[in-house]
């Protein structure tokens, strides 16, 4: 199976900018579909970012604007750019990702917080 490994989460100040990563120890190529979660203390997880292996991209409407995601196949790794945090953005970020059966795979979680 292969495992993920995100990176790049911290303590940044309202209005900074993070770039988490995603490293898989194989080929993405075998996702159908990879993403970012996040959960915040209290609340349930929520997808903030995803793309397919086509390239396709879907955000929340919250991140609209301020967050991309991208993928790097030579490097078997995505990335989730992160600009103009909010307080609210103070969260585990999670990589997801799922290949054409449906067999999901998750990462241990990165820490982003956000300080106003």
């Known amino acids: 199976q292969v495992q993920l490994v995100e990176s790049g989460g911290g303590l940044v100040q309202a209005g900074g900018s993070l770039r988490l990563s995603c490293a898989a120890s194989g080929s993405i190529f075998v996702f159908n579909v990879m993403g970012w979660y996040r959960q915040a203390p209290g609340k349930q997880r929520e997808l903030v970012a995803s793309?397919?292996?086509?390239?396709?991209?879907n955000y929340v409407d919250s991140v609209k604007g301020r967050i991309t995601i991208s993928r790097d196949n030579a490097k078997n790794t995505v990335y989730l750019h992160m600009s103009n945090l909010k307080p609210e953005d103070t969260a585990v970020y999670y990589c997801n990702a799922k290949n054409d059966f449906a067999a999901e795979s998750w990462g241990q979680g990165t820490q982003v917080t956000v300080s106003s």
């Open positions: 793309i397919t292996r086509g390239g396709s991209t």
